[in-house]
């Protein structure tokens, strides 16, 4: 409806005399002053060498004769003020479709956890922007495969295996046990930090890591066969543990088999054929192979090592190629594992592939969320990728990069990590040992919101009083990885992040579970979507309270701005922006519920608008909510 009104306006400017241009349209801040304004006139004045308030007028004679339109004012110099036939604005909205989302396949890879050890609390915000991201663009009509890249054969898996060979003397089958243990990851995590520390202290350390990471590359033992071990152990961990935040994953393609099935090698050809890349024959990379770039501060980015080995930029630029169907050759697929419900994860392999496996890559647009840390890298595979193709290619990759998570001192002190000195943010570090395991650290919000849900309700079961627990503290988590923009640092309080009151989980998942108490009084089901509006629906709000009647218009037009917070949050690649959404239609549903009865309202057509309002707010909340994954419990 928008985009017609906005097309009136530029139509009746050029015919005008005005040059083609863009039109801009304004929601005005009190619905007093229209449903939308268009100040396209101060603009056209000097073009059309007329007054605005002249222009303007002209433009809101053509307005007036559209459907969508109820009247049109001019104010003041020269705005035009549209007054909306809201009726139809609604049904418009609720027939929204995703018509125009162009075919193929959206890849977002996120969380790529190294399969050494436990996942870590800073993994949580990655899991939860990857995952808000990759159900918005479902949303909006998109093709979606979720991938989470597992680098099996890097240093910090050649770390572990390291450990258990030269400080546990375990073999194979001894790691093999282990694997079966619950939380093998958090074995792993200690050792990690014990090998981490021997490595830094004994002469002995750096060769045999060395020797264990090109164990590792080149399939030796018994360095290849523990390290598939760990990795595998591992990364099945990882799964389970966002599994419990509600992020699942399509597939794992493991650096192993990009090494396995000679990736690497055809991306070297291609690289080096086309001139991208180049051996160094002078300086400190001699002997190396290196790209041309001045994103690096010697105008050199080493790709393969003087010892033959393949840095981690070399092997993401193969993988990359293949992400968008660059490469002419495929992983193979085995079925992984397997989610609650009959979901699975599929795992690449250097040996056979499975029957019937789907097909999966050959992306229109790939959206990496790496931090912000690694944006350099992404940079040099992003060149790499438009040196062997074309600048279109470059641009059908986006790194989604965000900042990390902190933690207030007093909850590093909550979850038993001692005290911290100051009052400043607490960074940790999974290499030396100090870092919050991400299941514990959702162990710590269940918990204390266990004992919140006991306080409020002393005679809830136990069954059910652990499963509100359970909804409210993934609702806080996350809603706090995404609530401030993926740019901006975390520092998570945990106090904070369970309140009832400002922006939090818990506040949007209260004013849900408010609005359908409200309903259910009434005796109404709980909506499965947005409700069409009542016949008549402009005359019965014309006949309001015209403050009552700007407080419906301003939570109804709110709430089915759902579609628009949406787009808004795909086009700037931040979940931050349906966030914001989901709190400000919080704040209006309070504020509304607050001032106006529903349930108990003697009369008829004020109830009847009310609950509308009511229905149509819960209906797009909890969908907003679902798109940021927080679920929605019974009660609070």
């Known amino acids: 409806m928008f985009a017609a009104l906005e097309e009136v306006i530029r139509e009746t400017a050029v015919n005008a005399g005005a040059p083609d241009f863009s039109v801009v349209s304004e929601i005005p801040p009190s619905p007093d002053q229209g449903d939308l304004a268009f100040p396209a006139a101060f603009a056209l004045a000097r073009t059309l060498r007329r007054p605005p308030r002249e222009i303007a007028e002209t433009l809101a004679e053509a307005l007036s004769e559209r459907p969508e339109v ?109 694997a079966g243990q619950p939380r093998f990851d958090y074995l792993c995590w200690d050792l990690y930090t014990e090998v981490s520390r021997w490595i830094e202290e ?74 991208a890349i180049r051996r ?21 980015k080493v790709i393969v090592r003087s010892n033959a080995t393949v840095t981690y930029v070399g092997k993401d630029i193969a993988y990359q190629m293949w992400q968008l169907g660059l490469l002419d050759r495929d992983f193979r697929w085995r079925r992984f594992h397997e989610y609650p419900g009959g979901s699975r994860a599929w795992i690449s392999t250097s040996g056979p592939e499975e029957p019937d496996t789907p097909s999966f890559g050959s992306a229109a647009l790939v959206h990496h969320v790496i931090d912000a840390r690694q944006s350099y890298t992404q940079q040099v595979v992003q060149q790499a990728v438009a040196s062997l193709t074309s600048e279109t290619d470059r641009s059908r990759t986006r790194h989604l990069s965000y900042e990390m998570v902190a933690l207030t001192p007093g909850t590093v002190a909550a979850l038993g990590l001692g005290s911290a000195a100051g009052d400043g943010a607490v960074e940790v570090s999974g290499r030396k040992g100090v870092g919050i395991k991400a299941d514990d650290f959702l162990d710590a919000l269940l918990g204390r919101a266990a004992e919140e849900v006991a306080a409020r309700n ?43 009151e400002g922006a939090t989980g818990p506040y949007l998942q209260y004013a849900a579970v408010r609005a359908a108490k409200i309903l259910a009084r009434i005796g109404r089901a709980l909506p499965e979507g947005p409700p069409h509006p009542p016949q008549d629906f402009d005359d019965l709000l014309a006949e309001r309270d015209p403050e009552e009647a700007a407080d419906l218009w301003i939570l109804l037009r709110g709430a089915l701005g759902l579609r628009e917070a ?71």
């Open 70 to 178: 109820r009247r049109v004012e001019v104010a003041g110099p020269g705005y035009v003020n549209v007054f909306l036939n809201r009726e139809m604005w609604i049904r418009e909205s609720l027939a929204g479709t995703n018509a125009d989302v162009p075919d193929g396949i959206h890849v977002v890879e996120h969380t790529s956890i190294n399969p050494n050890k436990a996942a870590h609390i800073g993994h949580l915000r990655n899991a939860a922007l990857g995952d808000s991201f990759a159900r918005i663009l479902r949303f909006l009509g998109h093709r979606i495969e979720i991938q989470t890249y597992t680098d099996d054969t890097g240093v910090q898996v050649a770390d572990v295996v390291l450990g258990f060979v030269r400080l546990r003397g375990a073999d194979a089958e001894d790691v093999r046990r282990l």
């Open 566 to 636: 949406a787009a808004a949050a795909a086009a700037s690649e931040d979940p931050q922006v349906l966030a914001r959404w989901a709190y400000e239609g919080a704040q209006r549903f309070n504020g509304f519920y607050h001032r106006y009865r529903i349930a108990g309202e003697p009369d008829a057509t004020a109830r009847a608008l009310r609950t509308y309002a009511v229905e149509t707010f819960l209906a797009q909340h909890r969908q907003g909510l679902a798109l940021l994954g927080i679920p929605v419990p019974e009660r609070m």
């Open 458 to 500: 002393p005679n809830l079961p136990a069954e059910e009083r652990q499963a509100v627990a359970l909804a409210i503290a993934v609702g806080a988590l996350r809603y706090l990885m995404v609530r401030v923009t993926k740019n901006q640092l975390i520092v998570f309080d945990l106090e904070e992040a369970l309140s009832l």
């Open 280 to 300: 160094s024959d002078s300086g400190r990379n001699r002997g190396c192979w290196v790209m041309d770039t001045d994103l690096a501060q010697d105008g050199e």
């Open 202 to 275: 004994d002469p002995e350390g750096p060769p045999a890591r060395q020797q264990a990471l090109h164990g590792l590359e080149r399939g030796e033992e018994p360095w290849a066969g523990i390290g598939t071990i760990v990795a595998r152990a591992v990364a099945r961990r990882h799964l389970e543990t966002m599994d419990r935040i509600g992020v699942r994953y399509d597939l794992l393609p493991c650096e192993k088999s990009i090494l396995r099935l000679h990736f690497w090698e055809r991306a070297f050809e291609l690289l080096r054929d086309a001139g």
